[in-house]
């Protein structure tokens, strides 16, 4: 499995970012610990996401799957400020219409930093309870079958949609 990352101007293998700076063909040595940083947030993600996909399949195992669903957003103001937080430049904002599982959670029970792993385990367990909190930003994930209403904002080359209908 290769693990794919922006290593801000180019998307890269991560092993092959590693071997290069092994062997210093690529990096200045100010430059590897930026860069390590940054493959060393990418993979804790990576194992967070794991984690919570976990605790889902063992105790949540009817709401859909972070890592197999849609994230869908209940406003356009919410759809734009998902885009700028994730500093996306190539996309289109559908208004759709849904039929299949949907899951409302809370962004604040999201892991950021590393924490023991009791504390890991219960912030998951809420995430996939549902439970809301002050000020947190909630995300909606979606797996089934949606049909598209209208297409309410593009800044997008792409002619055909970005992922195969269902």
Known sequence: MHHIMNLRTRSVVCTQVMHRCR???VFSASLLGVNGMLI???FVMLARERFRE???RAKFSDRPSRQHCLWLCPSLENACDRLTRLECNNYHILKVSVNG???TANER?????SEPLEITRAQAKEYWQGLQVDGGREEILFEGRMKVLEILETTSTITEPP???F
């Open 101 to 103: 599982r949907l899951h």
């Open 23 to 25: 062997s210093w063909t």
């Open 54 to 56: 976990s605790v889902r």
């Open 109 to 113: 029970w999201l892991m950021r930093d």
């Open 163 to 165: 992922c195969t209908p």
């Open 40 to 42: 060393a947030r990418h």
